[in-house]
Each structure stands twice: as C-alpha cells, then as structure tokens.
C-alpha cells in the first residue's frame, strides 16, 4: 500500500503512483491522407534507424505487390 507524501498545512493528503516499466516498443504509424482512411501500424522492440527502414522496405514491398523482394529492397 502506498503512502501519502507528507503535506503542508491546508493542503489536501494526496499520493503518488508507482510505475513498473516492462520493456518498450516503438509503434511507426504509415498513413496516406490523399487517398482516403488508409493506415497501417508496424511494432518493433527497437528504436534504432534500422528497425525504421525495414519496416519502409515493408510497406513498399507490400505498396508493389512483390511476393519475394530483392535483399537491396
């Protein structure tokens, strides 16, 4: 149970809320406004440059329509 952090007088008690941070992922939302209510959601478990590119790779390979891309992209 959490305790309340000790207060000056007139002001109400109040308590402060603890967090345990699991892990992180990053969320790279694509969208197309000019073409209607197009969007797609790629997570990744990293925020690195390289995690951003692969999922553009993705997404313009999807965008082609190719089965099987070059490693190139």
């Not at 969320?27 to 925020?47: M, N």
Request: glycine share 8%; net charge positive; proline share 7%.
């Amino acid at each position: 149970m959490l305790r309340p952090i000790p207060v000056k007088a007139g002001q109400l008690e109040h308590y402060d809320c603890e967090y345990k941070r699991n892990g992180t992922f990053s969320l790279f939302i694509f969208l197309d406004a000019r073409t209607g209510p197009w969007r797609k959601v790629d997570v990744t478990d990293s925020r690195a440059a390289a995690g951003f590119a692969a999922c553009m790779r993705d997404r313009r390979r999807r965008s082609l329509g190719r089965a099987n891309p070059s490693p190139a992209g």
